[in-house]
């Protein structure tokens, strides 16, 4: 588990990964305020002043709440935000008024900043089994760690990175593409809708909300089917024994 001066790097840096999810969220806003009346099928309201202001409350002031989830107009001026599996379902509904009505996994909860809490605390995960996939000399230099949220990928990093492995949960679009061939790894750590970790052997995977470092990317090049091939020859998964 990463020390407290590990924790300390990554908190100092949180703002920038943020950063850009809220752009990448105000991007949507500003599609969404372009839609014109009637937009869907002739009778549908675009979205609302106050649904879009309030929207933009929420990105301004909670941007961590659209690090994967999906932006949707309502046909009735209002706007949905919808987050399905990591770190869990949620969904937050604002209505043509502004007024925004949260739930997770089915429950309401209370306003965006229990939300926020809620998502903070299930970002961290713990890993079930570690496997290793590649190992140089004896160390593992790519493993493949099993969690609730799926199968992570960690490359080891470099000895004076504040961490062993970077960890990688890609999203859906982002698997597919590298599982087909389309992109490589580097693009896939590069997509905005993928979770990066900070891994130490024996501790828990912790999100990386800060810069991406250089240090952390693999060169251009490296393709589904190479990792295929090192699988081959990959170790047994081992239970982690859980503190």
Do not use: C
Not at 156 to 163: G, N, R, W
């Amino acid at each position: 588990m990463p020390d407290q001066s590990t924790r300390a790097m990554l908190d100092d840096v949180n703002l920038s990964i943020l950063a850009r999810v809220r752009e990448r969220a105000t991007g949507r806003a500003r599609v969404l305020a372009a839609l014109p009346a009637g937009w869907l099928d002739g009778k549908t309201e675009p979205p609302a002043p106050a649904a879009l202001e309030a929207l933009g409350k929420l990105i301004s002031d909670a941007p961590i709440l659209f690090l994967r989830a999906g932006i949707y107009p309502d046909t009735d001026g209002g706007l949905q935000v919808e987050n399905l599996g990591y770190p869990f379902d949620y969904e937050m509904a604002i209505d043509a008024q502004g007024a925004v009505t949260i739930e997770k996994d089915g429950e309401p909860v209370k306003d965006a900043s229990v939300l926020e809490a809620m998502i903070r605390t299930e970002m961290v995960l713990t890993p079930d089994t570690v496997e290793t996939v590649m190992s140089y000399d004896g160390w593992p230099v790519v493993v493949r760690i099993g969690t609730k949220a799926g199968r992570i990928l960690g490359f080891a990093l470099p000895e004076e990175e504040p961490f062993e492995f970077v960890g990688v949960l890609p999203s859906e679009g982002a698997s597919r593409e590298f599982q087909t061939g389309h992109i490589d790894m580097r693009a896939v750590m590069l997509d905005p809708y993928t979770v990066l970790f900070a891994f130490d052997e024996g501790g828990r995977l912790n999100p990386i909300l800060g810069e991406i470092r250089e240090a952390w990317l693999p060169a251009p090049g490296l393709m589904a089917r190479a990792l295929a091939l090192l699988d081959e020859s990959r170790a047994a998964p081992e239970p982690v024994p859980h503190a």
